[in-house]
């Protein structure tokens, strides 16, 4: 193995930056030059984090206050934010002001339009100037881009469900646009960890319940990829459901094939637009979320309704890894020229 | 409390029988005056099923086989059948010619037409003569049949969660019926007790998958309903999943209004047709199925998404309970002629 | 049914709270005169307990704000106080003062002696002057005493599950006090409705864990009442887990045999000091959380191992029901010369 | 990365054997030469173990049948057996007798004496002459032998979790092993993929139970090693538990401190026995099972119950990997001369 990348983690104790700290300690072309957590600083990261002690790095770092100035010192070239939406924002600017490569897990830079960032989150954008350099990161619709860019907004955990099977049948036409119905469920840790009555475990617990409907935020990002895809707008219904699991999120997608499409075109289409695409496998057995969880996989299947003449798409992934720690380094693997696939597989 | 009727439990052994017992032990108007199982008869009920030992008759039952000569000597005027379908049949036929009142927890009696039977359940309906005879089981829809009835088809799991919402609106004209898509999730009880490897709490935990798609038998109760409901031919797609929990169904619909109906109308016209209703509670809230487990309501609500003009209906309920046990003992006290809620609440 | 005892609630949120107001709202002998909760006090109770909506008098309750003069004045005989320990003798105080019976099921009731409180508890008793009227509310140890009393300090969930299956062996002189460790193992509701990190789904789900050792509360309670058992001062070992459940308490008691005792005679006197009650079963099956989920049985079994000389004990109850709420009401029917069983089976 | 030394799985279709796939699917020193399912062969593996599709060599394996001349002839040089105990021998001796390495996850040869194995597995063994031949395969406790064995009995799951923490305190005298008694408590996984109705989901969810008390088979090879380490007969009570996760094992020991033993030195002492251990973690902190999930690491930790002079000492792994697939791949390494921690950290 030769040199390693020297990588920075900016808020460590949530679910997605712990899984984040757990695949990077295990990366065979990663050195973590700062980890930080505001609660945390000064203490072992691998006491505050037991399921890290005495994994690579981990071993000895210590956490350290989320400073911009000793971060910019800390010797780190690309830096993961794992933030909430907002405060990433106050990271990023800086960061890319002073040259650095950053992957952020956050909501900040995955929209294009600051006006919609408004509309979802409530709130102005905090750093609208950059949105214009930010790369919508999933890797399997902008690689590219991604390689090149300097500051990428890591696809969220629903919308990497729901995106990896419709991207594909839209741009090739087969199905139509105007009907998209979506039913998610997601584990939940997909809530992040806080300290609420609603997510403790004598409330998730033997509970399945829908949440945040009509316009989950998601929905966001969601429609701007679709719009995307189809070179027109497209408007979904989205209801996310929260499971008794601590990981995953399988998605369920009603809609409609389009004028003349034959439904035995559909399974192949996906096969063939996810051939060499090392992270989507194509199946026509049914996802199931177990089958994903802890990998960095999304797993995708569909079904025709012939009685109805809907088609149904159906995905599972893993929200913390595909959904987000795991494509923020799939993100970073190709920003870094690495092997995309390196500590992923 | 005046006289006791007696009653009899047939198949008493899987999730559904178990909990037909734990209700109807404590049911202020019913002795029990058999309860079979093949497997375990000659064994104390209340041994096999430990739940029970202790409670009401359960301290001295002993199971019996379930031969129906004994069965019809047994003293009880009412029978519970907690068995397979096709199986049913064959004790509903002779418990039936012998002028028994006949509760059936199993498909065999949903079912208006014999065709749609074999063409779901791909065998020929084992009784065709006793279909127009028997009333389907969900009181809210037939209360005055089944009060009068001999048989009941006490209605299914996932069919009570998905008619309770629709047929009020249907019935107004509230919905468009050619546009509905439903998807559900059920606890594992739902599959019954059978020692199969995909059952396994190993496989189900921190697991969802849908399964059974695109034609689950139970669309054919619940297409009957609904286009007995809208008075013309309703055909919609249901994609069932398996969640991790042990009780439990949560249901979401998507449908569109009917012309000119306005969002705001719905769940008034729903809490109107549930004002007198004690086991369905209709609500602003988004249901929850631990707020239902162990109980016999099923909560419904909805949402109005104005971005994409689409009607989202929500349901819960406790699949062993208002799904199967519980509507059982519902339409066992509207055919008896007892307080309908008698054992419920 | 004849005349409803009217009852307050005092404390109705909690998971202990809760499970009183789902038991007394079906008690056939119990009237709610009000049920408070700080937090929620004017809101309809089934709204915040969506369990609970349209059930019995909470389809119509408003919370009430915990104060002393309008508890004094809502028309309650019997006092259930919901509390933390510290903030129940606060409420216990007066009510028992204007000559009301209270039934508290915090720990402030529950020692004879306010020194033992000061070293479990760390501060000082908030009302040692009542801890001699107050009466340790096991019905099965105390039960003549309950009946008559005026302040019951309700038994806490391990110590009911450790004490039940000790007890009798104890006062039988058919076990060595000297040498006893117990291994418990809790479901989640046990730590309450807290919004603590540590209770988050995400954290105890797939998790188990012991805490609190050496010295956890409840050694203070289960102690007392071991020693006044053996009329001898008992310590022993108790380790209590956190498993990923919701409800439920698993009990393992290694201990060994008194001189010259046979190991066949323990199940029979287990088996004979319970034989009437309505609330212990003893079986020679190993007890199983699941068969007293929801329920107010306490299960025992016990096993001998021969090779080491070990009498190994095992319990399993409801950590809500007999291990909290429904232990309550079991005291309460005693207090209120009802059936001992009214509400509970 | 230089040679890969080429393995041969039989029986990769249980939990172990699928873990194990899962693990040397990404060992960067290993090619599967061959994996075995008698009811999968032909099948693509990653078909049948769908966690595993797309997976290092998983993206083209087929299952094949275990028949031991194809196995001579697949070109392995190590074969892991993922076997029923009994089956596992008739594998190991043609594979031992042509001069291949074998690494047993079964029971078969983790006891040096026969009649023990007769006494605890009721059945002759199978193989008694390779009894002399077969090293325990626990690395903290045989790393030596076990590089030089033909034939390695992988230490079982609860066994490592018991042992990893007595070993080095009787090896020390610092404990009366004369008096220890276990608790612990198994996630379902460990009980294997068998279509049992006792392992529904519906029955170990919301459950904890004992099971199996009070002679475990795995005393016989826990017995066995503290013997060897204390260099006198010892004999335990071990009560294990069935608890509702899918994964890991904790232990709770209850013991005593030898004579004029502090218990202060009994932390250093595990700390220093296990400081250059990779997979033993000491710390004060109280084990969590889910810490160690999907990890090969053992967490250890002690407490002092001075109250009674207990000892107490407590330990977490993941059954399926410190327990099961992790240890053999750790067994293997130190065997082929690799770096113990490969694939495994």
Redesign the interface.
Known sequence: MSRKVPVAIVGANG?SGEELCAILA?HPAVSIAAVTSRQHAGKPAG?VL??L????DFSQLLFTEPAIDSLLGCGAEFFFLALPHGLAAEYAVPLWEAGKRVIDLSADFRLRDAGIYREFYGEEHPAPQLLSEAVYGLPELHRGSIRAAKLVGSAGCYPTSILLPLVPLIKAGLIDVSDI?V?S?S???GAG?????A?????????????G???HRHLSEIEQELSLAASSRV???F?P?L??????I?T?I?TRLAAGVSPESILPALQMAYANE?FV?V?T???????????N?C?ISA??????G?L?L?S?EDNLVKGAAGQAVQNFNLMAGLDETAGL?
Chains 1, 2, 3, 4 share one sequence.
Do not use: Q, W
């Not at 499971?243 to 995953?248: F, I, K, S």
């Open positions: 679910y295990r006491g037991p399921r002690s005495g994994v690579g119905a039913a469920a584990g939940v840790s960890r806080k300290a609420e009555t997510l403790l475990f004598g409330e998730c617990n033997e509970s399945l319940r829908a949440y409907l009509p316009k408007m979904i219904s209801t459901h499971a008794p699991m601590t990981r995953g399988h369920t009603f090392p496998r199946s057995n049914l996802p199931d979320t177990k089958h994903v969880t802890g990998t996989f797993d079904r025709f309704d012939a009685r109805t809907r149904i159906l599972a597989l």
